[in-house]
């Protein structure tokens, strides 16, 4: 009567998915051919902000043809039916709130843009462009988000930065529609829908701890949605669905912690304590990643945890295992003993990125980027990928591409690839990728400049003062090996995006149409009045007397000047004159 | 300067002044219909008139041809009339029901007329006799009918449209199991001790005459709109019942009333298909269904049991007039993300073991036998019993345990949910309580246990959805034309015209075929008649524009038109005094010495100028 | 009588089940002239069925606050009386409660002391930010919507809907003003309603309107079965409540300040009319005469129930009985094969919509023309006649010099 799904779950490709098939063994027989994985990592980003990830992942099995079921079970039938009706094969959504800050907190191992980054593929067999507006809007639909914001005119297909994270066999024929809005607001109404995906939405298990007000009320707050097909078997015929739902928040202690206090827990972080697990989750595990060189004499665990875990060379994981109903209603966390050093725990690949505005007034602009490889050992080879709205016109005569070290950068050997697409007004933007070497210890920018122009009424957003978004470029930083801690471990790849930029534009003054109208007709109307009035003018020759009186001896004639009322008056004061 | 020169100067002028004048008023004679057509919103042109007949309540006249074969012994077959029997059935069917009732009269004429009178529905029986010896007396006395009763009663020979009457001689010796059969398929017997032309009209043409007219006031009464409050039957099917869609997405999902206490699964999948897909396979003529299922924990219904420890039966229960606020809808997902055909739910609750066992009072406060109740035009709830009463105490000790429905677990749940889908579609169940029939004759009306719906019943629908969808068509057709009328500056494209003549086209095609009694094609041509209607009525492009009140048009143009008319209309003016003057001239003096007649043009010149 | 009703119907059940037991068959017999089955349940006496909701908020930026809280105000008690997130369609013309501002996020209070927290846990806001617009309100309104627009965004109700439709914002005489660009008139408005009706996309309406003038906002409105009120009437400005010191703003507006106060004790099973509603209103509390118009709707607003507008409604009837199955065998389960019958119409109808794709249409097409179609309107005739009379007079000046 209960279907063991030992086989396909232990064939995950993942690294944690190896505990998840153990315990699938312990806790035996499943009543679900789906499955679901819940898992919370905590950690010291910086001395007073903690960094808490939260994994949630659900697989469905595919029906032999890899079409979709429409008889679900766990997995959230609103993803499944949107999947199914628009052909999607994978995509990728995330909320953002508040940027990373790389200087102080390192890599963001869960690399996302400001406001709202959205990607997908599709099945190439069908029309893509229709399948994507589709996908965008009943997206949308699905998050409370504006997404359907994202059409052609915003929406790119990028050639050398993004792959396909999924698995995919020889036959399936796939292409990717990429878009980005910055300016997107997250809030609750978001966060609703998103956990109504979840099995158990957030009534037990580690979605318990999601509380809205302490969530926004963080330094930084990423929420994600990665789908993306799965192999079960070796040559890819038979597949899976996997949902992986993220939230990546930053907590700021110094906010938090009444007495200025290091501590923390995750009742001093969300306010609640652990109810227990999602009785349907095959895995459910809260990690503390800790430093191994400062041991106990820095730190102390609230709970002792049911096993450690080695992570890097230096750090280690605290694993909670909750399935083992050990931790219910109990406050999990650190005690920081020795305040003065905490090492907080960061990876760093050592590249900088930034993009800035130059140009000056409300007519010139333009965008300088700068890259900085701070390995002195590496070349770092990379892509930088960049969609810049229609409403700004380019120079690409005026693109400049330098580096520090090497006096002529800009040939095949350092970069190795250019597409550059201009944009047309309101059908899509201009487009910008290059691949490209950047040597180590070394600095390349990229400048070009740009016209901003003059829009129609209706294109004008309500607030059109507050200037309009360019999304964040995108730099893709290739073969580099990832590890535990990243969305994929397996993938070679991490990206790493600039700051969203807002451009001034000329707004007009939209309360006086009117005034315009009418000063403009008047104008014309004066123009065309006397005009008109000039033209339809009567112009009689007048002829002087004395004229008359030389008449015998002098023959020649002449037309005198045309007379007007002028001339005549010229006449009376010659005759005064006699 | 010599006269000659200065008259060819002065015409010269003259020309060129005429030049001027024409060439600007020849810009304002074309510029202005250039802009006015250039400006104006594009309009493709309606049927009004095909649209309005189709309001005039005689156009809306639907004759139904029914064909009734009977088949009698080869015996009496050759001295039954015919055309009596024939008459006999249309007037008493006329009779009882009047064709195209007189409610048109008393309604008033307002604009909302086409929606006030019911259409006229008549049928018109043709009856046909076979006569045939296939069958012997004791046929009535099979102890065990079983399924394919009808099927073995149905002749070799039958065609689809005619519905046979199967009259039958019943033996004297042995009691036949019923006197009237109403089969599963279009056809229903009668057992008849002697076989006489009056009895068989005794027996049997009451039966017809229940059966139309039955229908007949149903899809009268589906039109009646009366707004004071009432509980009568009708109103309530009519609350029930759907309106008709080419298209219904049907969610089943399993909410499980507390995790903890169990994990359930069900084998939903293998129960639909093999419960429910004759009966999915047989509507689909007349709409389609997109199933789905779902699981949902912690289904927690905000509605909180009472416990009664009554009858020493101890359980919880939930009274009738709370049920309405079972459905946690702000918890519960039932929304469907994409589609937007109206959604049927239907769902198997597992109350939580804090609340078993869980059941439902009816309105008198006695127990649910069913355990279910349906919400209209929302779907149907099923509440589970067998979870409830079965190993309650199973789980004192935490670890929860797992339950699965299997297929014979579901069956009589999924009975519940036929039953309830079958009402929220509108079909009528084939039992009435027959009227003008001999008393103490035993009616038998059979079920269809494979398909969920009978001949008899799925014909009934589709005549009942081929009105409705005629009628509905008809009315979006006049909406859409009002609007258009009404709102002068929204545009109409042209695929609007082209869904509108289409549609047109159907309800024409409909009329045509309704009397040639295949109503599947006429069913067809109403339905696409609906949809393209209903698709050019809510086309997105048929927004019209802001209301822009004419005063601010004036207010936008006056600055232009003002100034610019004004010196126009001067200076024609200056134009045709002059002319007139000129000519006046040339009559009275020919020859005049020049500089007389340069003081005349001086001051004429001077006189302009001041002008 | 409808006890004595289910006692007869149960005996006769049980008399038929004995029939069924002596003729061995699972059908019943019916005799002339029995008693009829009776259909329990239970209905509510208004004729509707579902309700829906459509709740707008037009105004932008942190100032207007209150506005933001006066829709949540109703979305909420809506959202308490039973009416689930898929049939309100909630419009927020500005995100205020994840707002820099805001000094207490993710939260919006229509009241100093803060005691309830109208975003909650649990929101879903449809339109928000830029899709506040007047073309997705009309849109919305007569269900003309863009291809592929997600349900929740659509306003899916019919002829047995109830729909209330609450606005508020800045607003004058005649017209409401949305996201301080543009602005609806109270004829587009009442074109909308009249569409509405048309289709039979409503069976009672409720209009509540929350802004300076509102009354002005509702007289145009002529279809049937509308009721309609408002904060003030037309020349009537409406005011804010209060101020919360530590946010700096107003937090609700006074009209939908004391409307709450009755909706606040309405429960889902309570008595209380929509008469009783209006009489609450006091103008020496308001500052402002609410106006109520009634004259288009049919029922006597002393039967008309609050919950028949704000609550939904609760029809259900019991079901009494299974219908009988025998299923398929165990070892071959048939596949759900739904035979479609086409005919040329049907393929038809797809070459006409297939001829004019809306999908490959981009967005600005759809947008309502307003000024800009004024200004070419203006602008093609100025410049034909200027151009044109500029040339030929030069044309002329010409012919005079030579």
């Known amino acids: ?578 | 300067m010599s006269r000659k020169e200065r008259e060819l100067y002065e015409k010269h002028q003259v020309s060129n002044r005429l030049h001027i004048i024409g060439s600007i008023w020849l810009v304002f004679l074309i510029g202005i219909p250039i802009w006015w057509k250039t400006t104006e919103v594009y309009r493709a042109s309606l049927p009004y008139k095909e649209v309005q007949k189709w309001q005039n309540p005689n156009s809306l006249y639907i004759n139904f041809s029914i064909q009734l074969s009977y088949v009698l012994p080869n015996d009496i077959g050759k001295d039954v009339n015919i055309d009596l029997l024939n008459k006999k059935i249309q007037s008493e069917f006329d009779k009882n029901n009047v064709i195209g009732n007189n409610s048109q009269e008393s309604s008033p004429v307002d604009d909302d007329f086409e929606y006030t009178y019911p259409p006229k529905i008549g049928f018109s029986f043709n009856v046909n006799t076979k006569s045939t010896n296939k069958w012997n007396s004791d046929i009535g006395l099979i102890k065990d009918i079983d399924e394919n009763f009808d099927d073995l009663l149905t002749l070799d020979t039958k065609n689809d449209d005619e519905y046979n009457i199967y009259i039958l001689k019943q033996k004297e010796s042995a009691k036949s199991f019923a006197d009237i059969y109403i089969g599963k398929n279009k056809q229903f017997m009668v057992f008849l001790k002697e076989l006489t032309e009056e009895n068989i009209i005794k027996y049997s043409v009451p039966i017809i005459i229940n059966l139309f007219e039955n229908e007949h006031t149903d899809i009268i009464s589906s039109f009646t709109e009366e707004r004071e409050e009432n509980e009568s039957k009708e109103e309530i099917k009519k609350m029930r019942t759907f309106k008709y869609a080419s298209n219904y997405q049907i969610l089943y999902s399993l909410f499980n009333g507390n995790v903890n206490d169990y994990i359930v699964n069900w084998d939903i999948e293998k129960a639909i298909k093999s419960y429910f897909s004759p009966f999915f396979e047989t509507l689909s003529l007349i709409s389609k269904f997109e199933i789905s299922s779902q699981i949902q924990n912690f289904g927690t219904s905000p509605l909180s049991a009472k416990y009664s420890n009554t009858n020493d039966n101890a359980h919880y229960y939930l009274e009738t007039k709370n049920l309405g606020h079972f459905i946690n809808s702000a918890e519960w997902n039932l929304a469907s993300p994409v589609s937007t055909a109206p959604p049927i739910n239907f769902i198997l609750y597992i109350p939580p073991i804090s609340q078993s066992p869980l059941y439902i009072h009816d309105s008198k406060g006695d127990i649910l036998e069913t355990n279910a109740f349906l919400i209209p035009r929302w779907g149907g709830i099923v509440i589970d019993k067998n979870r409830n009463t079965t190993d309650a105490e199973a789980n004192t000790n935490g670890n929860s345990n797992y339950y699965n429905y299997t297929v014979n677990d579901l069956q009589p749940i999924m009975e519940l949910f036929l039953d309830q889908l079958r009402s929220l579609l509108g079909i009528n169940e084939i039992k009435f309580l027959p009227t003008d029939l001999p008393r103490n004759v035993r009616v038998l009306y059979s079920t269809d246990s494979k398909r969920g719906i009978t001949s008899w019943e799925l014909d009934q629908l589709l005549r009942k959805r081929t009105v409705q969808n005629l009628i509905n068509a008809s009315r979006t057709l006049n909406s859409l034309a009002k609007l258009v009328g009404s709102l002068s500056n929204m545009v109409v494209l042209d695929k609007i015209q082209e869904k509108v003549l289409f549609a047109l086209e159907c309800l024409d095609n409909a009329y045509k075929e309704i009397n040639g009694g295949n109503y599947k094609q006429v069913f067809l041509y109403s339905k696409n008649a609906l949809v393209a209607s209903e698709e050019a009525f809510f086309d997105p492009t048929m927004v019209s524009m802001l209301y822009f009140p004419d005063e601010h048009k004036y207010a936008v143009y006056m600055p232009l038109f003002l100034p610019i008319s004004v010196p126009l209309a001067l200076v024609l003016k200056e134009e045709f005094k002059k002319r007139k003057k000129n000519k006046k001239e040339k009559e009275n003096n020919e020859a005049v010495v020049d500089n007389k007649e340069k003081k005349e043009i001086i001051e004429s010149s001077t006189k302009e100028v001041n002008s | 009588m409808r006890i004595f009703q289910t006692h007869i119907y149960i005996i006769s059940i049980i008399f038929f089940f004995i029939n069924v037991c002596r003729s061995e068959y699972s059908s019943e017999f019916h005799f002339p002239n029995e008693r009829e089955e009776i259909i329990d349940g239970f209905f509510s006496k208004s004729r509707h069925t579902n309700n829906w909701a459509v709740l707008v908020d037009t105004s932008r930026y942190w100032f207007n606050y209150r506005h933001i809280a006066n829709v949540l105000s109703i979305y909420r008690t809506v959202k308490r009386l039973g009416i689930p997130d898929s049939n309100i369609i909630l419009m927020l013309a500005d995100d205020v409660a994840c707002n820099p501002r805001n000094r207490f996020q993710a939260t919006v209070y229509n009241n100093a002391e803060r005691k309830l927290d109208l975003y909650g846990d649990n929101i879903e806001v449809d339109y928000r930010g830029y899709e506040v617009t007047v073309e997705n309100f009309i849109r919305l309104l007569t269900g003309r919507h863009l291809p592929d627009t997600p349900r929740s965004k659509r306003l899916l109700s019919d002829d047995r809907s109830n729909v209330l439709v609450y606005m508020t914002g800045h607003g004058g005489e005649e017209f409401l003003k949305f996201q301080d660009t543009e602005e609806i008139s109270s004829y587009d408005i009442a074109d909308a309603f009249e569409q509405m009706w048309e289709k039979r996309r409503y069976n009672e309406l409720l209009f509540m309107i929350d802004t300076c003038q509102a009354s002005s906002m509702f007289s145009r409105v002529y279809s049937p079965n509308i009721l309609a009120t408002g904060s003030s009437q037309t020349g009537q400005n409406s005011y804010s409540h209060h101020l919360d010191p530590e946010l700096g703003v107003a937090v609700i507006d006074r009209y939908t300040y004391y409307n709450l106060e009755t909706l606040e004790y309405v429960t889902l099973q309570s008595q209380k009319t929509l008469q009783y509603l209006f009489n609450t209103y006091d103008v020496s509390l308001i500052h402002s005469t609410p106006g109520v118009r009634h004259d288009l709707f049919e029922r006597n607003l002393n039967k008309v129930l609050i919950t028949d507008f704000f609550g939904a409604v609760n029809n259900i009837e019991l079901t009494l009985k299974g219908y009988k199955l025998s299923r398929g065998s165990e070892n071959d389960i048939p596949d759900i094969k739904q035979n479609t019958i086409r005919d040329k119409s049907d393929e038809k109808i797809e070459k006409i919509n297939h001829n004019n794709d809306d999908h490959l249409i981009p967005r600005n097409e759809y947008k309502m023309i307003k000024v800009d179609f004024k200004k070419s309107a203006m602008v093609s005739p100025l410049f034909l006649l200027g151009s044109i009379a500029l040339i030929s007079g030069i044309i002329f000046i010409s012919k005079i010099v030579n």
């Open chain 1, 1 to 578: 009567m209960f279907k063991k799904k030992i086989i396909s779950i232990s064939s995950f490709i993942f690294a944690y998915f190896t505990i998840f098939s153990i315990i699938n063994v312990v806790y035996g027989e499943n009543v679900y051919s789906d499955s679901f994985s819940e898992e919370l990592t905590m950690k010291n980003l910086s001395e007073t902000e903690i960094l808490a990830v939260f994994n949630f992942t659900q697989t469905m099995d595919l029906k032999e043809d890899n079409k979709i079921t429409s008889y679900y079970q766990l997995f959230p039938r609103a993803i499944g039916q949107i999947v199914e009706k628009y052909h999607v094969k994978e995509f990728h959504i995330t909320f953002t709130r508040g940027s990373w800050n790389s200087y102080q907190w390192g890599l963001n191992t869960l690399p996302v843009p400001v406001g709202v980054e959205f990607y997908a593929y599709f099945d190439a067999n069908y029309d893509t462009n229709e399948n994507w507006s589709g996908l965008a809007n009943a997206i949308s639909g699905v998050f409370c988000a504006s997404v359907n914001y994202i059409d052609r005119s915003k929406s790119a297909k990028p050639n050398y930065s993004f792959k396909p994270s999924g698995s995919y066999n020889e036959e399936e024929k796939i292409e990717m529609r990429y878009g980005s809005l910055s300016h997107e607001g997250v809030c609750t109404e978001n966060l609703t829908p998103w956990i109504k995906l979840l099995p158990c939405q957030s009534k037990m298990g580690i979605a318990g701890l999601l509380n809205n007000y302490k969530l926004f009320d963080t330094n930084y707050y990423s929420m994600m949605a990665h789908l993306i097909p799965v192999c079960i078997d070796s040559e890819c015929k038979h597949k899976q669905l996997q949902l992986t739902q993220i939230i990546s928040t930053v907590f700021d202690n110094k906010r938090i912690s009444k007495n200025g206090n290091k501590s923390w827990s995750t009742e001093s972080l969300f306010g609640k304590k652990i109810s227990s697990y999602c009785p349907v989750s095959t895995n459910s595990k809260i990690k503390i990643e800790l430093n191994d060189s400062d041991g106990e004499n820095n730190y102390r665990l609230i709970q002792s945890p049911s096993r450690f875990e080695s992570s890097t060379k230096d750090t280690k994981y605290a694993v909670y295992d909750l399935i083992s109903k050990r931790y219910d209603n109990l406050n999990i966390g650190v005690n920081i003993i020795n305040e003065k050093n905490i090492q907080p725990i960061q990876k760093n690949i050592g590249l900088e990125v930034y993009r800035s505005q130059s140009g000056f007034a409300e007519e010139y602009g333009g965008f300088v980027v700068t890259m900085k490889n701070n390995n002195i050992d590496k070349d770092l080879s990379i892509t930088y990928f960049d969609i810049i709205p229609w409403f700004v016109n380019i120079y690409f005569n005026s693109f400049k591409i330098q580096n520090t070290k090497v006096k002529d950068y800009q040939n095949d050997q350092y970069v190795n690839e250019f597409y550059y697409e201009p944009a047309i007004e309101h059908v899509n933007p201009t487009i910008l990728e290059m691949k490209m070497i950047i040597p180590r210890d070394s600095t390349t920018t990229i400048e070009f400049d740009f016209d901003k122009k003059h829009l129609l009424y209706a294109d004008y957003p309500p607030d059109c003062a507050r200037g309009f978004d360019v999304g964040s470029a995108v730099v893709t930083v290739h073969n580099i090996t990832l590890g535990e801690g990243y969305l994929y471990p397996t993938e070679d790849f991490i990206r790493i995006y600039t700051e969203p930029i807002v451009i001034i534009l000329p707004a007009p003054d939209f309360s006086m149409p009117y005034n315009v109208i009418t000063y403009s007709c008047t104008i014309i109307a004066l123009f065309f009045g006397s005009m008109y009035n000039a033209y339809t003018r009567r112009y009689i020759p007048l002829v002087v007397e004395k004229e008359e009186k030389e008449k015998g001896k002098n023959e020649t004639q002449k037309i005198p000047p045309p007379k007007d009322s002028i001339s005549a008056t010229e006449k009376e004061e010659k005759d005064k004159d006699k």
